[in-house]
């Protein structure tokens, strides 16, 4: 039984929720949820901090042993949030989800506060660029891909940020949704 209320963060690549997420755990006793992949660790990544690594084995005895909330394949690798994590955890717990995690936490969990991170897809895209570089442009039309995806869910969410132009704006009406939520 999971009774603490945890803070769900959803939105297209671009949308800026990482950027959100982390001014929000700066400021709030929160735990953010690690979750775990079978893809391999990027540069300067840490096992632990910023994923679970783990081989395809053992994420799908993971699986066949209920050890997540939700998991997604995405590119041909597995993702996924492990349940103890917040099972366990006296303190809110922020995840960072697809699309499809959110359904299954909105059906499953009423006690999980669910955020939308909206932004134009222009400027989605405009900060994927800028962000991904020197990746092809077949990885930033890999994640404009899910865009309407994750649209088509916003009505489903709880709150629905618009991160579009002012992040200091976005921030703040993110931290006013938690000291409503959220008890400390």
Do not use: W
Request: glycine share 6%; aromatic share 12%; with cysteine.
């Amino acid at each position: 039984m999971i009774d603490t209320v945890h803070l769900v963060f959803t939105g297209p690549s671009g949308s800026g929720k990482s950027t959100i997420i982390s001014h929000i755990l700066s400021k709030f006793p929160f735990k953010f949820s690690v979750s775990h992949t079978t893809r391999a660790p990027r540069k300067g990544e840490v096992n632990g901090k910023d994923y679970h690594f783990v081989s395809t084995k053992e994420f799908e005895e993971m699986v066949r042993n209920q050890e997540f909330l939700e998991y997604v394949q995405y590119n041909g690798n597995y993702y996924g949030t492990g349940v103890s994590q917040l099972k366990n955890s006296q303190k809110t717990v922020l995840l960072d989800l697809e699309y499809e995690g959110v359904l299954y936490c909105k059906k499953n969990y009423p006690n999980f506060v669910i955020l939308y991170i909206h932004c134009d897809k222009n400027v989605a895209r405009e900060r994927l660029e800028k962000r991904m570089g020197n990746k092809s442009e077949k990885d930033i039309e890999a994640r404009m891909s899910l865009y309407e995806a994750f649209n088509s869910i916003k009505d489903k969410c709880d709150y629905v940020i618009d991160n579009t132009h002012s992040l200091e704006k976005s921030k703040g009406e993110v931290e006013e949704i938690i000291s409503k939520t959220v008890r400390f």
